[in-house]
């Protein structure tokens, strides 16, 4: 690998990045992260049109048109050091909203494997989001990304929820499953009891990461996750839910889009009200 010459700034003159390899132009506006890097395929397979842009380590990208709309898809691998990478990377290519399309487990008997979760926020029990911003910092979902995910569950058909959600660094001690030999330590006995008592609907790993960046960068993101795990009843289903999740995750796209146009065009900063009834109407 030849042509990265600024130890602070890893990327070639032509803006190629260290660990992504992708530059300027190779990325959509909208993209989606998956943590899995062969779902980045299965989540192109929904598209019109699609491109394998770039394949290394953990991240493999993909860019194409979903109902006409340039989209991408960019894996993470688990957890949040390697999301920050991702983040950090397609930000600086030009990427701008950025949803997670994931996998959960729920910590509610109502929340049924196979069910998607669609996040509000997320409590940062992740360590990374930390070396950017202090703790009290909140880590919000954008409130357009989150109502054009619920609109795309709508709109398929999808059952789905709508809440808070808590990002851990540790799928196993820190998710409250015993580790080897059934290790688990004091602090981490009853974690499951207490989120749910204040109304945390799921845990995962990266989506806190993800909102916290974006926020600090001025950028935009959601996050959809399909139930394959419930911490109440103990089911646990690879795999359920997740085609779900990746169609509601592309829809959204396309709705975001639109009104993201109708917004450029009638000079408005934010969404509103407004601009989807006019859309509606149409
Ligand atoms: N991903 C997680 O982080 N936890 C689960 O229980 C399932 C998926």
Redesign the pocket.
Known sequence: MSGFKDASRPETETGLQYHLMIKPGDIAKYVLLPGDPERVPIIARFWDLAWHVASHREYVTYSGYYKGVFISATSTGIGAPSTAIALEELARVGAEVFIRVG???ALRRDVSIGDVVISTGAVRLEGTSRHYVMPEYPAVASYDVVLALIDAAESLGVRYHVGLTAS?DS?YVG?ERPGFRDYLPPFQRGLIDYLRSVNVLN???EASLIFTLANIYRLRAGAVCAA??N?ETGEFKPGAGVEDAIRVANEAVKILYEWDEERRKIGKAHLTPDIIRRLTWR
């Open positions: 996998t959960t487990g851990s799928f998710q845990f995962e790993m394959i795990a911490r």
